[in-house]
Every structure is written in C-alpha cells, then in structure tokens.
C-alpha cells in the first residue's frame, strides 16, 4: 500500500503533467493561428529590402501577405513555424506551469495577491523559460528572414551551421553564443513584458468576479476570458515594443543588410539614423494585430484546457 508521501508525490507530479499540457497546447494553438502575421511582422521589424514598401500602412499588411503567397506559395505564409512550435510549446508549458508555482509561492492566500506580487510572478516565470526556448527563436527569424531569390526554403541545419559559424563583430564570442544573440535585451524586455500580461491577467479577472453576478460570470466565462487576455497582451505589447524591435534586428544580424552581426547599441543607432524614433516601432500596427487574438487565444485555451483536464 503506497505511503501518504507517495501519493502525495503522485498527485504533484499529475498536476505538473496535466499543467504542462493545458499550457503546451494553449500555446501552440494560438502560435499557429496568427503564424503569417508573425511572418510579416518580422520582416517588417527587419525591414527586409523586399517588403520596406509595404510597411506603414494597414493595407501594407495585406499587400505583403498576397506577396508572400504569390511568389512562395500558402506555405511561405508559414515558413519557419515547425521552429515557432518547437519554441512556443515548450515555452507555454514551462512559462504557464512555472507562473502557477511563483503564483502560489508568492501569493498563497487571496489576502497576499497584490499588482506587484502578480507582475514579480509573471517576470519571473518569463525568465526562467527563456533560455530554453531562444535559441529556437533566433533560428525561427533567420529563416522567416532569409528570403532569397529563389524562393527556395533553407535547410534547417544549413541555418544551424551558418549562425554556428559566423564571425563575431562587436560581439566578442562566438560558437553557441550566436543563438543567444539579442538575449540581453529580450531578458530586459521580459520582466515588464510578461509581468505585465499576468499582472493585467490577475488584476482585471479578480474585478470581472466583482463586477458580474456568478451566473453571468460562469456562462460568459470564455468570453471574459478573451477579452482580459486581448487587453492583456495590447498593453505589454505597446510598452515593451522597441526592445522587440532591437531584439529583432540582432538576430537577424548577419542575413540582411551587410551581413554583420550588430550589438545592442549599434542597433539602437542605426535604427535611429535611418527612421528616427518611428524606427522602434515599425510593424506595431501588425503586432497589435497579432498580439491581440494571440493573447485571447493562448490566455482562454490555457484556461480552457486546465479545466477540461482538471488542473
């Protein structure tokens, strides 16, 4: 007959399972959904010689996504996503398990759930995941990136091996640390990023439960739920834009421009030369667009899931 610690254990470890899996599946989800407007965002962000004339307008954005079908077919609009599920599963797993054990270390009683002690958990369970899962994503833009005349898709490991080998410039290391390019800014950009989502998360769902009677708050659950999560992601998404941006542009150092790599400061520069401080945040309008059903739909399948899972 099993101890009571034995069952105990059992029982963490199912939750920690199931957990996974509700946060998993959430994000893969919602990655997949918004996949080609993540395409054009990043070749926006980039600002990829081929599409600079359609950015800058909200027509722009359908305009680039009929190119991108037209000259690479329905599944250019989707080149490099088997990378972004690689990424954003893992990453939705560990992010959302490792949100709800901060959660309940930081606030183990409704008395101790507070704004700040929600932003600290969300900060943290964005840095804990972030180095497992950014190599994928460095490797995941160089391709949406590497458009080439062709039109013909790079090999995955012809990626690998060319960021593998590339010399550094202002970077003094190299080998490994190319897939980590762009981190200490993504690092930064995280803590108000991430903290920022759950911290409106946790805030706008405890006033939802004020607001409305249980009835109406258990038959619109879903509903409520899609809109926290969309409001949610806006206000990260507009704060922490101009990191992802310098972000951006250091991982896809070394495919476009010049070929060389760029630090953070030489990218913040250049960006300011050529368009000024509308530069930090060129593709937002696309970003908004992506950011707000990306949210809605990973924050209410995450929901969603833990329920028909019993998490």
């Keep these: 007959m099993p101890s009571n610690e034995d069952v105990v254990h059992r029982s963490h470890l199912e ?7 509700a946060g998993g599946f959430a994000g893969g989800v919602a990655k997949t959904a918004v996949a080609p407007l993540e395409r054009v965002k990043i070749l926006f962000q980039t600002h990829h010689h081929d599409y600079a004339q359609f950015t800058g307008s909200w027509r722009g954005v359908i305009q680039a996504l009929v190119q991108i079908f037209r000259t690479q077919g329905f599944l250019g609009l989707y080149r490099g996503h088997s990378l972004t599920l690689a990424r954003a599963v893992p990453h939705a797993a560990i992010g959302y398990t490792a949100y709800e054990g901060f959660r309940k270390l930081l606030m183990p ?3 101790k759930q507070t704004p700040a002690r929600g932003l600290v958990a969300g900060a943290l369970a964005g840095l804990v995941v972030l180095p497992v899962t950014y190599p994928f994503e460095v490797v995941r833009v160089r391709m949406a990136v590497e458009t080439q005349r062709t039109h013909v898709k790079p090999k995955l490991t012809s990626v690998f091996s060319k960021i593998y ?3 550094p410039s202002s970077i ?7 897939f980590y390019r762009g981190f200490a800014v993504t690092a930064v950009g995280t803590i108000p990023y991430r903290g920022g989502i759950f911290l409106v998360w946790e805030t706008l769902n405890a ?8 009835e109406f708050h258990g038959a619109h659950l879903s509903s409520i739920h899609l809109v926290i999560g969309a409001l949610a992601g806006t206000g990260s998404q507009i704060a922490t834009y101009p990191l992802e941006v310098i972000r951006r542009v250091q991982q896809a150092s070394g495919s476009v421009g010049s070929g060389s790599r760029l630090g953070s400061r030489e990218v913040v520069t250049s960006i300011w030369r050529r368009s000024g401080w509308k530069g930090y945040y060129a593709g937002l309008g696309i970003g ?3 950011q707000v059903p990306m949210h809605s739909i990973s924050l209410s399948v995450w929901q969603a899931s833990k329920r028909f899972l019993g998490v």
């Design 109 to 111: 009683s409704d008395g």
């Design 207 to 214: 006033y939802s439960r004020q607001w409305f009677t249980p």
């Design 172 to 178: 003094p290391f190299g080998g490994l640390l190319h």
């Design 15 to 21: 939750y920690l399972i199931r957990s996974t899996i």
């Design 165 to 167: 080998r590339e010399p």
């Design 288 to 290: 908004l667009v992506k």
